[in-house]
């Protein structure tokens, strides 16, 4: 794709670099998007394998999800820019075309060790990882789940923001609603159900609401479409991106929002919004870095996983959270704001 195209798209942020991959004997077509590099250091993003209309949206999803790792890893205090690599499914994805598509993607990135390390993303399971393995060093995620650090992390960052609003970090008694059960939301109910109020559920899949419900007596089951405007105490967004839009942001009736999902206010002024409704949002890519903060450990001491001191490092984030907190209270500016702002004096003072 020429470079004047890229350059017209809404996600280019003056990326360091941006690969397209392809290999017509297995019908390989991915790209590598690399957003900040800072200096040696090789820049880290998740590879995640998706349908995607056509080349243009799988090339603008990597722009736009490599931006935003360049934020989470600023925030989490990791010295690495942020990356993605997307492969886009083809017609024959599947079965043993796609093994040989992982094959051909890890022989390419290879080539890439010292300016990009990868992982596990939506549609890349932990053992494509060791097929990937065979032929290219630069993947992490071998250690542990990076999945249960996310989760840890997007916990305490919700305790942090219940104690910030209510003078309190305790959910005792304190009403929730969750989006989404998946392996984020789940996590959160369970570590809040037992102590919590109502906690009001929802999730497209039936099935993960059923079971919330038989775990849980204190769970309330609402339709997808209506759970943002439950009258709690927080919102956890813990299923897609955009979860808080210019259609819906009105109808919000919560005191905190907190919660895993990527993306989860739809542009800045959705942020300055909910600030001026007096919402304490938490910035997503802050509370969400567990699983980052956890694979960069792997590739830092590639020879001695310790558990404790990854969790160590994931309750971190609890600190950053109180820190732009602060900020926002002492600036009268959005957290969202502060956050980025942050994120960008990091990144963007990087050679
Ligand atoms: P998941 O795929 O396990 O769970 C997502 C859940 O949301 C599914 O149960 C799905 O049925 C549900 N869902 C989809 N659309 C919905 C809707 N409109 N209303 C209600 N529920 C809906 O994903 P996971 O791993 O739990 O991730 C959740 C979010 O956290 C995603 O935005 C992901 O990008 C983000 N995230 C996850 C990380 C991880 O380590 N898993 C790391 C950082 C961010």
């Not at 010295?79 to 017609?91: L, R, S, T």
């Not at 609603?177 to 919590?196: F, N």
């Not at 600030?275 to 567990?290: C, E, F, K, T």
Request: glycine share 8%.
């Amino acid at each position: 794709m020429e470079q004047d195209v890229i350059q017209s798209l809404p996600e280019y942020d003056e990326h360091k670099n941006v690969s397209f991959l392809r290999d017509d004997k297995t019908n390989m077509r991915a790209f590598v998007a690399i957003h900040r590099k800072n200096g040696d250091m090789p820049s880290f993003g998740a590879t995640r394998f998706w349908k995607y209309d056509n080349e243009t949206e799988a090339l603008r999803d990597a722009l736009r999800l490599s931006c935003l790792m360049s934020y989470k890893a600023a925030l989490a205090g990791l010295p690495c820019g942020g990356a993605k690599g997307v492969i886009f499914h083809q017609e024959d994805s599947a079965g043993q075309g796609r093994t040989r598509i992982l094959e051909s993607y890890a022989k390419q990135i290879s080539s890439l060790k010292d300016s990009f390390i990868t992982g596990t993303d939506v549609g890349v399971l932990q053992s494509d990882l060791f097929v990937m393995k065979r032929y290219a060093q630069n993947i992490v995620g071998f250690n542990d789940n990076s999945t249960k650090f996310t989760a840890l992390g997007v916990v305490h960052g919700i305790q942090c923001a219940v104690e910030r609003a209510f003078r309190s970090s305790s959910v005792k008694g304190r009403t929730f609603a969750i989006q989404g059960l998946g392996k984020i939301g789940a996590a959160v109910l369970e570590a809040i159900a037992p102590e919590a109020g109502d906690v009001y559920v929802a999730d497209t899949d039936a099935d993960k609401v059923a079971s919330a419900k038989r775990a849980h007596k204190n769970v309330v089951e609402v339709p997808p479409d209506e759970i943002h405007r439950q009258k709690v105490d927080v919102f956890c967004p813990c299923a897609m991106g955009n979860a808080l839009n210019t259609n819906n942001v009105a109808e919000l009736s919560c005191s905190v929002i907190a919660g895993g999902a990527n993306n989860q206010i739809e542009n800045e002024v959705v942020g300055d919004i909910l600030q001026r409704m007096g919402i304490l949002y938490a910035p997503d890519y802050v509370i969400n870095a567990g699983g980052l903060i956890a694979v960069y450990d792997e590739y830092e001491h590639p020879d001695s996983y310790e558990e404790e001191r990854v969790r160590h490092k994931v309750l971190t984030i609890e600190d950053r959270l109180g820190h732009i907190f602060d900020e926002s209270e002492k600036h009268g500016k959005p957290t969202h704001r502060i956050a980025n702002e942050l994120a960008e004096q990091t990144f963007n003072a990087y050679a």
